[in-house]
């Protein structure tokens, strides 16, 4: 039943289709604290069911919820977990995502799935790289949407730490090396490894990724930091993080990633919606929720920014774009991003607060394809 990757983009339209008695359920779930999880998920189920009931669930509907709650806990997935879980289950049918990325407690009871913060995961950039150096050797990392950072092998024979890099059985103490001596010796030493690491990472780096959209993460102390984080990247984004890096697990790295990858994504979408802003005089541009929701219905919306924490409830008519706003409603920001999704737009979701933006209304902005007819 669980699944270790996002669904493609299809998959995702597909789950934001209008579904009978749709309950979403998304919670922090770590290998570490798997028990606690499992209640979670348990109480949440059981809350569903109360929800359905009161709403006139009769004894077969709760029977079949108790069926995929059953399901769910007695999955293999609880001895495999990442950091989080997202789980959507229907009476007749229940999925369960294992996800690297942090995600908030949520239940919803609805017609639809709530999708925003699987839209989130799905649509802010997730992917990076680390490098962990320092004397005595270094690594390059991946961490992607579906996966924890892990190794990323590099071929790079002849370099696995100072010493092999310069050709010298040991760079420590203050013996004599050929001509150079002492700290000063080290130094020109260290800034010689430093150079082969950086360019020998950076060339696979932009083989793996030659647009240069992933940053990467330096794990290094001084001198190293400096050393290495002026040398071979390019135009990619060096983000650096400090402190030796000799006793980092790999989850340790990737939390370090993905602590700091909301920041990167936050200014990167503050930047699409000034850019967004330059068609304001073109027309290209709603920020009415409603406008937003015709151009999208309409195939015309061509990006999407919208804060994805605000809970705005109602339905959206398929046919027409058309809103109605309503307490037992559905999110209506992530049921028109679905919709965006569905007709090739881009989507991005953000906090309201990452955007410094004087067009941004704290809610959404669209750039359209064209402008709306009146």
Not at 51 to 59: P, S, V, Y
Not at 351 to 357: E, G, K, P
Request: glycine share 8%; aromatic share 6%; net charge negative.
């Amino acid at each position: 039943m669980a699944r270790y990757e996002f669904p493609t983009t299809a998959e995702l339209i597909e789950m934001g289709a209008p579904q009978e008695n749709a309950v979403t359920v998304y919670l922090p779930a770590t290998a570490a604290e798997h028990e606690v999880a499992k209640t979670t998920v348990k109480s949440s189920m059981d809350e569903a069911i109360r929800t359905l009931r009161e709403r006139g669930a009769n004894h077969a509907l709760e029977t079949a919820f108790r069926e995929r709650s059953a399901e769910i806990l007695a999955d293999d997935c609880w001895h495999r977990l990442s950091r989080s879980l997202a789980i959507f289950s229907t009476a007749e049918k229940a999925e369960i995502f294992v996800v690297p990325n942090n995600l908030a407690h949520q239940l919803q009871v609805s017609k639809y799935f709530d999708l925003g913060q699987f839209v989130r995961a799905v649509a802010g950039p997730q992917d990076a790289y680390a490098l962990t150096v320092s004397a005595h050797g270094w690594n390059v990392w991946h961490a992607s949407a579906d996966e924890v950072a892990h190794e990323f092998e590099i071929d790079a024979e002849g370099i696995g730490d100072v010493a092999e890099a310069t050709n010298r059985a040991t760079v420590r103490g203050r013996a004599a090396v050929r001509r150079l001596q002492g700290d000063e010796g080290n130094k020109v030493l260290l800034e010689s490894y430093a150079k082969q690491v950086a360019e020998t990472v950076g060339l696979a780096l932009n083989r793996d990724d030659p647009t240069g959209q992933r940053p990467l993460f330096l794990f290094a102390a001084d001198p190293l930091q400096d050393m290495v984080g002026h040398v071979g990247f390019g135009t990619r984004e060096v983000v650096v993080v400090p402190g030796s890096p000799d006793e980092l697990r790999a989850d340790q790295i990737d939390e370090a990633i993905r602590s700091r990858l909301d920041g990167i994504n936050a200014a990167r979408a503050s930047t699409t919606v000034n850019t967004i802003a330059d068609g304001v005089g073109k027309g290209l541009v709603a920020t009415d929720l409603v406008d937003i929701a015709r151009a999208a219905v309409g195939g015309s919306v061509d990006t999407l920014v919208y804060d994805f924490t605000v809970d705005v409830l109602g339905r959206l008519h398929n046919d027409t774009g058309a809103l109605e706003y309503s307490d037992d409603g559905y999110d209506l920001l992530s049921r028109i991003a679905i919709v965006v999704l569905a007709n090739g737009g881009t989507v991005v979701p953000v906090r309201a607060a990452d955007i410094d933006a004087e067009i941004w209304n704290g809610t959404a902005v669209a750039r359209l394809r064209h402008p709306l007819s009146q």
